[in-house]
């Protein structure tokens, strides 16, 4: 089976602060939507992937390879040419 990439948005449930949440729906804020509220910082650890908040400066969620290798695909690899 031929392995498709899709260099576009494919997200189908997306991963939220609980306490980003809780805030966003108590108080009014000038944001349009919870996504837009939210402060992200997601990057390779040495386990796997980890998702942080910062603004609550705490774990969303870390993602454990569990030793496994995988494969990222990264959009800025797409636009590379190949050198020999």
């Not at 997306?14 to 809780?22: D, F, L, Q, Y």
């Not at 910082?41 to 969303?60: A, P």
């Amino acid at each position: 089976m031929k392995k498709v990439l899709i260099y576009e948005k494919a997200i189908e449930e997306p991963t939220v602060c609980p306490r980003c949440v809780k805030e966003f729906m108590e108080r009014p804020r000038p944001f349009r939507s919870l996504i837009d509220f939210m402060e992200f910082e997601v990057g390779f650890t040495m386990l796997g992937i980890q998702v942080w908040c910062r603004r609550h400066n705490k774990n969303v969620c870390h993602i454990d390879f569990q030793n496994n290798a995988v494969a990222a695909y990264m959009d800025s690899q797409k636009d590379k040419k190949k050198v020999n």
